[in-house]
């Protein structure tokens, strides 16, 4: 098993573009979870999945961020557009709902000019 | 705060010593889960404990929790330099809901 996969590892770009981060989970994993890591805010729930349904996304910042999950094995978070306040590690995790404990992909580091 | 609270926030022990770290948190819990990071990778899950649970071994790993204190502590036996990382508690609340709501972390440096 490849475990979660997240692409691209690094990205660094400019204010105002359009960023958009992909995450395949693991096979079987009903769950989804889209999490944002800072040094000062530390590990934040953006928004999770189940069966591809959006259940919270309380935790998405502004409007400017979006994620989307059209099948099982495929998600998307866009932020449109971007600003150098949305410099972080911005993780993918999936579980199996009731299962123990999620599996975390390696991030993608997103630095904002 | 929503999250739970780690503490130490940096732990620094030699080789073969034991380590001990701690998590509080203030709402009901389904269960509590403990994360370890390596520098620059992402999180691996340790333990998951239920909420009517109160002890949970794996390996040199042993996590109590006390549900009356709200509080569960991750200690780790016989250390060794490849235990260095940061270590996380993360709780995820009753009610069906699969938020889980991660503390600051412990960063734990074992010296040779």
């Known amino acids: 098993d490849a475990g979660v996969i997240q692409s691209p590892r690094h990205e660094v770009t400019e204010m105002g573009q359009e960023v958009t981060l992909r995450c395949k989970p693991i096979s079987g994993h009903n769950s989804l979870f889209w999490y944002r890591q800072t040094m000062m805010r530390g590990l934040e729930l953006l928004i999770y999945f189940n069966n591809n349904v959006p259940i919270d996304d309380s935790g998405m910042p502004e409007d400017r961020f979006s994620a989307k999950m059209p099948n099982a094995s495929f998600s998307t978070l866009k932020i449109q557009p971007s600003e150098p306040r949305d410099s972080a590690v911005y993780f993918c995790?999936?579980?199996?709902?009731?299962?123990?404990?999620?599996?975390f992909g390696p991030g993608t580091r997103l630095t904002v000019l | 705060s929503q999250q739970g609270e780690e503490d130490p926030q940096a732990l620094s022990i030699q080789e073969g010593e034991n380590a001990t770290m701690n998590c509080s948190y203030k709402t009901s819990i389904n269960n509590l889960q403990w994360y370890r990071q390596n520098s620059g990778r992402g999180l691996v899950h340790l333990i998951l404990?239920?909420?009517?649970?109160r002890e949970k071994h794996s390996g040199r790993l042993r996590v109590t929790l006390d549900t009356s204190k709200k509080s569960s502590s991750l200690l780790i036996t016989a250390s060794r330099a490849a235990d260095t990382a940061s270590y996380f508690c993360a709780r995820e609340t009753q009610g069906g809901s699969e938020k889980l709501v991660f503390g600051k972390g412990t960063k734990l440096t074992v010296n040779p």
């Open positions: 404990i239920r909420s009517n649970e």
């Open positions: 995790a999936s579980s199996f709902r009731g299962g123990q404990g999620r599996f």
